[in-house]
């Protein structure tokens, strides 16, 4: 499961779809695996503004890579730095959770992630 999907992830719980602490959810024991892809930086300078830059610093620091800015770039102050074009496709894109598990902060659920693929099925209390 690629980190930048952990950016459109929240709890399926039905009592989590009104909570705002159900988003993002939170990578535990995440066992991490990088692919080594080549840069594309229009795909990342295009997919910038669809992200929640809150929820994103949130997964970075929790998966103990550097801080994000405060607020996200441009698309034009990307389009002329490099290096944070390097660091967006190395966190978002090679950089995916192999086995582990999603938490939901609101009510606790955890997600296990096999071979890179969550599962989303709820246990019957929580549907």
Same mark, same amino acid.
């Given at each position: 499961? @690629?980190?930048? &999907?952990?950016?459109? $992830?929240?709890?399926?719980? @039905?009592?989590? @779809?009104?909570? &705002?602490?159900?988003?993002?959810?939170?990578? @535990?024991?995440?066992?991490?695996?990088?692919?080594d892809l080549e840069v594309n930086p229009e795909m990342l300078i295009n997919v910038l503004? /669809?992200?929640?830059?809150?929820?994103? /610093?949130?997964?970075?620091?929790?998966?103990?890579?550097? =801080? !994000?800015?405060?607020?996200?770039?441009? =698309?034009?102050?990307? /389009?002329?730095?490099?290096?944070?074009?390097?660091? !967006?496709?190395?966190?978002?894109?090679?950089? =995916?959770?192999?086995?582990? =598990? $999603?938490?939901?902060?609101?009510?606790?659920?955890?997600?296990?992630?096999?071979?890179?693929?969550?599962?989303? $099925?709820?246990?019957?209390?929580?549907?």
């Amino acid at each position: 499961m @690629k980190v930048l &999907s952990l950016n459109f $992830l929240t709890c399926a719980a @039905k009592a989590c @779809k009104s909570s &705002s602490t159900s988003f993002p959810l939170h990578p @535990k024991d995440a066992e991490l695996v990088q692919d080594d892809l080549e840069v594309n930086p229009e795909m990342l300078i295009n997919v910038l503004p /669809r992200l929640d830059w809150a929820a994103l /610093r949130t997964t970075s620091s929790e998966l103990g890579f550097p =801080q !994000l800015p405060e607020q996200p770039p441009t =698309q034009e102050e990307l /389009r002329g730095d490099e290096k944070m074009i390097k660091d !967006l496709h190395h966190l978002l894109v090679e950089t =995916q959770i192999s086995e582990g =598990q $999603l938490v939901c902060e609101n009510c606790g659920h955890a997600y296990p992630i096999k071979e890179g693929i969550a599962n989303f $099925l709820l246990p019957s209390h929580l549907v």
